[in-house]
């Protein structure tokens, strides 16, 4: 089996493979083999029936959601139970937006584009910004310096970056483990603004006009509803559970991929396959993990063909998994328990030196 432990920083490639010398060519060549499997079992073929379903039902949720703010608008009870409801909502459109994205959906990128910008529109997450981020982080999963999933503010995932923290994030630092959940509660802010920021900065943007009307007007029509029908102090409300409830399980969803897998220096040489496989972890799948984590509960399949269409997956974990015995390569496949459970330890571990630290100081 090749890998190291959970959370380690990998800074050589002898680290990650200590048996006989292969050759980069050879890895290459294993994962052309790979996708030549996915592609005679036609994994990679768009699959407009499902989407042609998957689509209009999540916008149905949308529409039910608006329908019971209007209807229910002066029980309070009702509408919390709608915030959370929109919370799942907006998760199941940012899965929409995150397929779309990868251009899983259909053959032409307008196609695809279109969808995304659909997203970002009932959702207010700024397109262009989310693919930059996303496509960084699929190129350097886990690389630090580099993939900007792990380079948060008030959390630490090295080490050397629990060292480094200053201000709040040193103190949310030395309790992450036990600050993680209530700190995703923020998560759903973290992606509005981070995209507005991006807007402002003028960035490399799809569609510079576009994309900004159609966030801003979605905003608009998303706070213009809610104050509308229900009024300042049940709006607030509203909007506070919708978006703090949304923080959770958007980040419960994504956490689980790449927190508490090994983490990699920027100089380090490893091919694709490998990092795509080493650096990620499946959560195991059921109906129920399935819609839950929008099939990225599939990580190591999704981190191999991304654009592979979300309901193939599963299919595809069979060929995945067999190659990976095959060739020697860890495969790492966990509950949803289990895999929470090794994040938490895994940020336990990793911001004992500040821990540590701090004692000393007030020794």
């Not at 709040?168 to 309790?175: A, E, F, M, N």
């Not at 409830?245 to 090994?262: E, I």
């Not at 790492?332 to 100081?361: C, M």
């Amino acid at each position: 089996m090749i890998g190291s432990p959970a959370g380690t920083v990998v800074t050589d490639d002898a680290e990650i493979d200590s048996a006989e010398p292969i050759t980069k060519r050879d890895r290459d060549r294993d994962y052309l083999e790979l996708k030549r499997r996915v592609t005679q079992a036609g994994l990679l073929e768009c699959q407009y029936l499902y989407y042609a379903w998957k689509i209009p039902s999540v916008v149905a949720m949308v529409a039910v959601s608006i329908a019971i703010l209007v209807i229910f608008s002066s029980t309070l009870w009702i509408q919390m139970l709608n915030a959370v409801f929109l919370a799942l909502t907006f998760t199941n459109l940012g899965f929409l937006g995150h397929d779309s994205g990868h251009r899983q959906m259909f053959k032409k990128a307008r196609q695809n584009d279109w969808v995304l910008l659909g997203v970002g529109f009932l959702t207010g997450m700024t397109p262009s910004w989310w693919q930059d981020k996303h496509n960084t982080h699929h190129r350097a999963p886990n690389v630090i310096d580099v993939d900007g999933d792990i380079e948060v503010s008030l959390f630490a995932f090295s080490e050397e970056q629990a060292l480094t923290m200053r201000g709040i994030g040193r103190l949310t630092v030395r309790h992450q483990a036990f600050l993680f959940y209530p700190l995703l509660t923020l998560t759903a802010l973290s992606l509005l603004f981070g995209g507005i920021a991006y807007q402002i900065r003028k960035e490399r943007m799809r569609y510079p006009v576009m994309e900004p009307v159609l966030v801003v007007a979605g905003l608009a029509a998303y706070l213009a509803v809610i104050f509308f029908f229900l009024g300042p102090w049940y709006g607030a409300a509203f909007i506070a559970v919708h978006r703090a409830l949304g923080g959770v399980y958007m980040g419960s969803v994504f956490a689980p991929n790449h927190k508490g897998m090994p983490m990699l220096d920027e100089d380090t040489e490893m091919d694709f396959l490998h990092q795509q496989v080493l650096t990620a972890r499946n959560v195991q799948g059921s109906p129920l993990a399935d819609f839950w984590y929008g099939g990225l509960n599939y990580q190591i399949e999704h981190h191999l063909f991304p654009n592979m269409p979300r309901n193939n997956l599963k299919k595809s974990q069979v060929i995945v998994q067999a190659f990976c015995e095959e060739k020697g390569i860890a495969y790492h496949h966990t509950g949803v328990w289990q895999s929470h459970k090794e994040i938490l330890g895994f940020l336990h571990d990793v911001s004992r030196p500040v821990r540590q630290k701090s004692k000393q100081i007030s020794a």
